[in-house]
């Protein structure tokens, strides 16, 4: 019985696979118990059953009322219990999600590197992911704009490896001993606590303007990837830069990415903000939902490797965080995919109790001089240990696979009870004796250190806008209005003159007419000089447009079908057969959440269709595409409800692909009213600016539709 309630918690796949593939999820299974146990009952921690758990043990008179008793141990256990069920929520990142997955090779990296996770083809390691948003409390919203975290736990057979990334690939500062200055800054002020979860304050752009290191990645919090549709739809980074070591011990610097199957796709601004009223919780159930469906998201993961030899060979410092490695000059080697593939059983033990830190490497990777990841290495163990205690990794989801042995002892909440009579090394038993590097011992890189001690930063440290005109540059034209609005929407809500004005003055380091057009609109200066010609180069890979997926998709991707009575059953039928054969995910949306009857379907003996939703209780914010079939009653409804014209208009001011057939058609292009659109007056199916329409329905037809509703966004 008690290993039924054990393992009930596995997937049965992934029980048989046994071993080294259902390494971390047997483990976990032996400390998992399922509260749907029939068996279960409900007891106090100490393990005594309880009768009575709503009720406080009183002295009572007749009409059953009293005083309580102090004595009551299961109320006061219950009591004390739920007073002290919060911990610290962390510092950064406070609001996040995770879940399962497996990491596998497809090329091993062996000329490069020794670490087996990076080596060996027929592993399979498991891994857990969180992702985050960075300045937001534990309850914010998931879709403001902010950078996202992209924390990877793999847990390998030489020990648990933590690539503690980002959805960005630099940061604001070169030090981390600025640290608290940024996160001081783009927190809530400290006088009021306001905003939450928003840089756009005059802290934040203060600290900007104070800071021309921050000019790189401040352009690209301004842009489109820090609105992301999903987290399965973006890049993640390792940021800093680490080391590679071979067999042979050469060592490699080498940068860490993740690039998404589905391509890296963002919101409008407009989308975001009204999500973040609307469903704060948009990307947590989005990826939820994912995995839940079996449609498990998938990363390429690859590696950018610089010989040691060739550190010096470029006009920046490859040491330096706000600085990418341009793919022309290094191209990325991908090498494996990490796959996400099972929701977690409980969010407070397993997502909001895993921990990482960047100093957690395994043998064959280790770090550079670079002198954020220096100060992360500190940070990290440091911040567990108050958040956690000290013995945080023996919490179940912090647990490596493979054996821990060591001297470490005692301290809170310890759970490992190690056996024998010494705690020390060495002594007189030669017990667990440190391992040789023939064994698998990590081994330090020799590497031969001069210098002085100073408080300073390498020449090519300090050149600061370089890469930022490299990254507008690179953008496409949308992509840079983006840029524009988003910078406008944040000086706007700086109410201090000094603030934004001096942005405005920043912003010519980087590009006039950028600059112009923000002073423009947020009251600035306007600019008529360049502090600095724009140099005019590109680089690939930092428009996102670079990364649509190889073939277009419409899998995952969430479409309202909008219905009333009297809809037409052959286009809502046909259309929501092709889209879930495509593997999108159709919801039906009616007037009411009760039976919608099609044309011709007697009310009194038909069925109906029962809609997921109804038009007051969603938005169309929180769907990817809106179909709406035709049918002459449901239209004439659909027209007199505001809440559907309006559903059209946003889903199209969005750019989602919008589809219509019959009478819908002339709906759709009243409730637009633009007149540049083409619309449909035949069988032929006609797509305009994102909006698919045919007026006569045929079968053949739908799979058109879902054909160009695929890349609609995109292509606009
Ligand atoms: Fe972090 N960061 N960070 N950071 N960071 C934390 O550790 C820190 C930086 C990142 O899902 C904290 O466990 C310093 C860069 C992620 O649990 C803390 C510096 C990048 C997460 C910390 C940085 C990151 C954190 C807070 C400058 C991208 C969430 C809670 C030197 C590569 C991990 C915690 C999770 C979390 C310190 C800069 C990513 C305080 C000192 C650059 C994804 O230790």
New binding site residues.
């Given amino acids: 019985m008690a290993s039924q309630i054990l393992s009930s918690g596995l997937d049965k796949a992934q029980q048989a696979m046994g071993g080294e593939k259902g390494a971390k999820l047997n483990q976990l299974a032996s400390v998992t118990k399922d509260v749907h146990d029939k068996n279960a009952r409900i007891t106090s921690d100490y393990g005594v059953k309880q009768s009575n758990t709503d009720d406080w043990l009183k002295v009572v008179n007749e009409d059953k009322t009293g005083p309580m008793l102090l004595e009551d141990p299961f109320a006061r256990e219950k009591i004390h219990r739920f007073d002290h069920e919060r911990i610290p929520e962390?510092?950064?990142?406070a609001r996040?999600t995770?879940a399962f997955g497996k990491f596998t090779l497809f090329e091993s990296a062996a000329d490069v590197t020794s670490a087996g996770v990076l080596t060996d083809t027929s592993r399979e390691t498991p891994v857990f992911l969180?992702?985050?948003t960075?300045l937001g409390s534990r309850g914010s919203a998931d879709t403001v704009r902010d950078v996202r975290?992209?924390?990877v736990k793999f847990y390998t057979q030489e020990g648990n490896w933590d690539i503690?990334?980002?959805n960005i690939p630099v940061?604001f500062?070169q030090d981390?001993i600025k640290?608290p200055d940024v996160i001081h800054a783009g927190k809530p002020e400290p006088h009021n606590e306001v905003p939450q979860a928003q840089t756009a304050h005059n802290n934040f752009w203060d600290f900007q303007f104070m800071h021309p290191e921050a000019t790189h990645m401040f352009l690209w919090t301004q842009s489109d990837r820090a609105i992301p549709r999903s987290y399965r739809m973006m890049q993640g980074?390792?940021?800093?830069t680490f080391t590679l070591t071979n067999s042979k011990g050469e060592r490699h610097f080498v940068k860490f990415i993740f690039t998404p199957e589905l391509g890296v796709h963002s919101f409008v601004w407009d989308e975001a903000l009204k999500l973040a009223g609307q469903d704060p919780d948009f990307h947590r159930k989005d990826l939820w939902e994912a995995i839940e469906n079996g449609a498990y998201p998938k990363w390429k993961f690859g590696i950018q490797v610089i010989p040691e030899a060739n550190e010096q060979d470029f006009d920046f410092d490859i040491l330096d965080?706000t600085k990418v490695w341009p793919e022309e000059l290094v191209p990325i080697r991908y090498i494996g995919q990490l796959e996400l593939n099972r929701n977690v059983d409980e969010f407070f033990t397993q997502t909001e109790q895993?921990?990482?830190c960047t100093s957690h490497v395994v043998p064959g990777i280790g770090f550079s001089d670079d002198p954020?990841?220096q100060?992360?290495n500190?940070?990290?163990f440091?911040?567990?240990l108050s958040?956690l205690g000290v013995n945080w990794q023996e919490l179940p989801i912090n647990k490596p696979v493979c054996p821990v042995m060591n001297h470490n002892r005692d301290g809170a909440m310890r759970h490992t009870i190690t056996k024998g009579t010494v705690n020390y090394w060495p002594n007189r038993f030669e017990s667990c004796p440190p391992a040789a590097p023939q064994e698998g011992a990590y081994v330090d890189y020799p590497e031969k250190i001069a210098g002085i001690k100073a408080r300073m930063r390498s020449k090519k440290f300090k050149e600061h806008f370089n890469q930022a005109q490299l990254f507008y540059n690179s953008l496409s034209p949308p992509e840079k209005a983006h840029v524009v609005g988003a910078l406008s929407f944040e000086l706007d809500h700086c109410e201090d003159p000094v603030v934004y004005k001096r942005m405005c003055e920043r912003l010519t380091e980087i590009d006039l007419e950028l600059a112009q057009q923000v002073a423009e609109m947020v009251g600035g200066d306007v600019p008529q000089n360049a502090s600095r010609p724009n140099h005019g180069k590109k680089a690939k890979g930092l428009s996102q447009m670079d990364y649509m997926p190889e073939k277009p998709t419409i899998a995952t991707r969430r479409v309202a079908i909008i219905i009333a009575d009297g809809y037409n059953p052959l286009a809502y039928n046909g259309v929501k057969a092709a889209l879930s054969a495509a593997g999108a995910l159709p919801f039906t949306i009616g007037p009411r959440r009760n039976p919608i009857f099609a044309a011709g379907e007697d009310k009194g003996s038909g069925k109906g269709v029962t809609p997921d939703h109804h038009l007051e209780g969603m938005r169309s914010t929180m769907f990817d595409s809106v179909f709406i079939p035709g049918g002459a009653k449901s239209i004439e409804t659909l027209r007199k409800n505001g809440r559907a014209l309006h559903w059209v208009r946003e889903a199209f001011g969005h750019l989602k692909a919008i589809g219509a057939t019959g009478e819908a058609v002339s709906f759709v292009r009243d409730a637009c009213q633009l007149p540049g659109i083409a619309f449909s007056n035949s069988g032929e199916v006609v797509s305009s600016y994102g909006v698919v329409t045919a007026e006569h329905v045929h079968p053949e037809s739908f799979k058109e539709v879902i054909q160009m509703a695929k890349g609609a966004k995109d292509f606009i």
């Fill in positions: 962390r510092v950064v990142h996040g995770g969180r992702f985050s960075v975290g992209f924390a503690v990334g980002n940061f500062i981390a640290f980074f390792g940021v800093n965080a895993v921990a990482f954020l990841l100060g992360r500190f940070s990290y440091d911040t567990q958040r």
